[in-house]
């Protein structure tokens, strides 16, 4: 299985324009820029993709961790927060924050935690990035 986007940029780093396209269409010539990527303008980023990349694959995999323990959420909602930093020769991304809220009416705390904990570890977005990935996960049942 592949997945296909696109990103076109025109001008400088700092006066350029861009915008990204995902094969499904989701994403159509959508702005991005300097701007959106270092400061607060408006339009996507690269980090902000890969924030909702991280959260979505994250949240999938918990849900078929949770599946394996018998376990079926009434809902995961889960926030990642992507950090860009300055490093030597340039910028990196240097850590992930994930933020999952679960709803499991009479979900075991031990169970979920492990299911958390492998989802965390064996999402193929987790597998990709070189950033140290963190956790809080609250059950609520």
């Given at each position: 299985m592949k997945r296909t986007a696109s990103a076109s940029w025109s001008g400088g780093l700092k006066d350029g324009k861009g915008s990204i396209s995902t094969q499904s269409g989701i994403l159509d010539n959508t702005r991005y820029g300097f701007?959106?990527?270092?400061e607060e303008g408006p339009g996507t980023n690269p980090e902000?993709?890969?924030?909702?990349?991280?959260?979505?694959c994250f949240t999938m995999a918990l849900s078929?961790?949770?599946g394996e323990a018998g376990i079926t959420a009434e809902n995961l909602t889960t926030k990642a927060a992507v950090t860009?930093?300055?490093?030597?020769?340039?910028?990196?991304i240097t850590a992930v924050h994930l933020d999952l809220v679960a709803r499991i009416p009479g979900g075991d705390q031990k169970a979920f935690e492990e299911a958390a904990n492998k989802a965390k570890a064996g999402c193929p977005v987790s597998k990709v990035l070189n950033a140290t990935i963190t956790l809080d996960a609250?059950?609520?049942?």
């Open positions: 701007a959106s990527r270092f902000e993709l890969i924030a909702a990349a991280h959260a979505g078929a961790q949770l860009l930093d300055k490093v030597e020769g340039g910028f990196a609250k059950l609520e049942t």
